[in-house]
């Protein structure tokens, strides 16, 4: 299984980071392959809510930043694997906007 985890922390090396750590080495040892990405750090803007990803090209976000990266990762992995702080009673902002760029994908 291909999993790709992301990391909504702003601390590279804090607990998120070690929580990450411990499941990839369990899930590589279990034959899986893991990729991490550090998602807190990348330019990755919020949704715009245009629509463009509905009415224009569906499933193509308008915005070129960071995500544009990250796309082909999460196409290609079995599973997805979210790991973040809670700050103020949710997750991390970084992670968050992260999240909300997969909306292009409802219609695809």
Same mark, same amino acid.
């Given at each position: 299984?291909?999993?790709?985890?992301?990391?909504?922390?702003?601390?590279? =090396? #804090?607990? =998120?980071?070690?929580?990450?750590?411990?499941?990839?080495?369990?899930?590589?040892?279990? #034959?899986?392959?893991?990729?991490?990405?550090?998602?807190?750090?990348?330019?990755?803007?919020?949704?715009?809510?245009?629509?463009?990803?509905? /009415?224009?090209?569906? #499933?193509?976000?308008?915005?070129?930043? /960071?995500?544009?990266?990250?796309?082909?990762?999460?196409?290609?992995?079995?599973?997805?694997?979210?790991?973040?702080?809670?700050?103020?009673?949710?997750?991390?902002?970084?992670?968050?906007?992260?999240?909300?760029?997969?909306?292009?994908?409802?219609?695809?």
């Amino acid at each position: 299984m291909n999993i790709l985890a992301w990391n909504g922390s702003p601390r590279k =090396t #804090g607990n =998120t980071a070690r929580l990450i750590a411990s499941f990839a080495k369990g899930a590589e040892e279990a #034959g899986h392959k893991v990729t991490i990405e550090q998602i807190a750090g990348q330019n990755i803007r919020g949704c715009l809510a245009c629509e463009y990803c509905h /009415d224009r090209e569906k #499933g193509v976000c308008i915005q070129r930043d /960071d995500m544009q990266d990250l796309y082909p990762k999460i196409m290609d992995a079995d599973m997805l694997v979210l790991a973040s702080p809670i700050y103020y009673y949710i997750m991390t902002g970084q992670m968050i906007s992260a999240l909300n760029r997969t909306y292009a994908w409802v219609h695809r």
